[in-house]
T-cell receptor, first 114, second 113 residues
Framework: EPEVTQTPSHQVTQMGQEVILRCVPI?????FYWYRQILGQKVEFLVS????????KSEIFDDQFSVERPDGSNFTLKIRSTKLEDSAMYFC????????????FGPGTRLTVT | SQQGEEDPQALSIQEGENATMNCSYK?????LQWYRQNSGRGLVHLIL?????REKHSGRLRVTLDTSKKSSSLLITASRAADTASYFC?????????????FGTGTSLTVIP
């Protein structure tokens, strides 16, 4: 069964450094998402991406964040200058077109900012 | 906020018993989905119920949706120790959005062998 994959599974970085989290969505999916989950808290929406552009973003998704689909298969989340509070689990998700379709989530990347 | 809210926050039952979790939300929705998350792991899709559906079954799972009360319930029958996890409801809404999810805080289910 097709699945969303994410790399790396765990990333440790120093405050102020740039990180890129990578995702490979399911191949025939058209909508892509990033969510984050701070330890012990709820899953929060960051951004959605469709037709090579951002379609929605939350207040969390400020200028420090960017997304890209560089090659038609990967979907990346970049954090330019990480802060301690960026430490969280980051989930990528994808779905087919149409509101009735499920979102399929990747296993997540645990980002630890020290 | 559109975010779903689950209750109870924590539930502990014996293996073989049924577990019922509830979710409430605030505005009209396109659909509602339930996810399971094992500790420290990703989100596994369990079941989707559309706004025009009232009940749906999948194996040992039964989901109901009451749009007049803006609530949904997830019933797991004949629970197993492997069902121990956190369960989240997620809603999508709006005709022209990217249908991002709004997650609740989750119900932590412990099934005691």
């Amino acid at each position: 069964e097709p699945e969303v994959t994410q790399t790396p599974s765990h990333q440790v970085t120093q405050m102020g450094q740039e990180v890129i989290l990578r995702c490979v969505p399911i191949s025939n999916h058209l909508y892509f998402y990033w969510y984050r989950q701070i330890l012990g808290q709820k899953v929060e929406f960051l951004v959605s991406f469709y037709n090579n552009e951002i379609s929605e973003k939350s207040e969390i998704f400020d200028d420090q964040f960017s997304v890209e689909r560089p090659d038609g298969s990967n979907f990346t989340l970049k954090i330019r200058s990480t802060k301690l509070e960026d430490s969280a689990m980051y989930f990528c998700a994808s779905r087919m077109r149409g509101s009735s379709y499920e979102q399929y989530f990747g296993p997540g990347t645990r980002l630890t900012v020290t | 906020s559109q975010q779903g809210e689950e209750d109870p926050q924590a539930l502990s039952i014996q293996e073989g018993e049924n577990a019922t979790m509830n979710c409430s939300y605030k505005t009209s929705i396109n659909n509602l989905q339930w996810y399971r998350q094992n500790s420290g792991r990703g989100l596994v899709h369990l079941i989707l119920i559309r706004s025009n559906e009232r009940e749906k079954h999948s194996g040992r799972l039964r989901v109901t949706l009451d749009t007049s009360k803006k609530s949904s319930s997830l019933l797991i029958t004949a629970s197993r120790a492997a069902d121990t996890a956190s369960y989240f409801c997620a809603t999508t809404w709006g005709p022209n959005t990217g249908n991002q999810f709004y997650f609740g805080t989750g119900t932590s289910l412990t099934v005691i062998p």
